[in-house]
Structure formats: structure tokens, C-alpha cells
């Protein structure tokens, strides 16, 4: 009869997990990546920006010629494009809150 094979879970419950932590020295290229990110961020604030300019024009043009419809919808892009700037935003913030809840689990 063959020796039993220990399994993964045995293994872990045995060694305890191991410690992985992030770093930037661990690949090439990851600053780079970094500053793309931080580009791609005040793109998406730019784009938010021109929205709430754009809805506030709509909203303001629709109400002034009695259209209720174009007037809501001048609106509604008005809160999606703040709502857009405020999640991009907490972006950083939202993630390094899981990374840290992420590690704190036992």
C-alpha cells in the first residue's frame, strides 16, 4: 500500500499560511503602471467634469424651453458624473481599505 499523500489543507493547517505581501520591486515596469493609473484617474476626471458641465447646459436649456424630460435628464447626468468622480475618487482609498481587511484575516 502507497504512502498517503499529504493534502493541501493538511499541509496549511500544518505550516500555517504563508505571508504574502505586496511590493513594487517584485516585477519590471510596476511604476510605470502606477503613473498609467494615476492618468487614467484624472482622465476620468476630466470626463466627470465635462459631464456635470454638459447636464448642468441640458438641464438648464430644457427647463428654460419647457421640456421636463430633457430637464431630468440634464439632471440625472449631472448626479451620475458626480457620483463617477466620487467613486473615482475613493478609489485608492477603497482599496487599500480591503488590502488591509484582506490581511487582517485570520
Keep these: 500500500m502507497p504512502a498517503p499523500v499529504p493534502s493541501l489543507?493538511?499541509?496549511i493547517v500544518a505550516e500555517g499560511v504563508p505571508k504574502i505581501s505586496p511590493n513594487s520591486t517584485g516585477l519590471p515596469g510596476?511604476?510605470?503602471?502606477?503613473?498609467?493609473?494615476?492618468g487614467l484617474m484624472t482622465i476620468g476626471f476630466v470626463v466627470c467634469v465635462a459631464g456635470v458641465i454638459g447636464g448642468?447646459?441640458?438641464s438648464a436649456v430644457c427647463a428654460a424651453t419647457n421640456n421636463p424630460y430633457g430637464a431630468l435628464a440634464g439632471k440625472r447626468a449631472v448626479a451620475v458624473s458626480l457620483l463617477g468622480a466620487l467613486l473615482t475618487s475613493a478609489a485608492w482609498f477603497l482599496v487599500n481599505f480591503f488590502v488591509e481587511a484582506g490581511s487582517n484575516l485570520r
Excluded at 30 to 38: A, C, I, W
Design 9 to 11: 489543507a493538511a499541509a
Design 30 to 38: 510596476v511604476s510605470t503602471l502606477v503613473n498609467m493609473v494615476g
Design 56 to 58: 448642468g447646459i441640458t
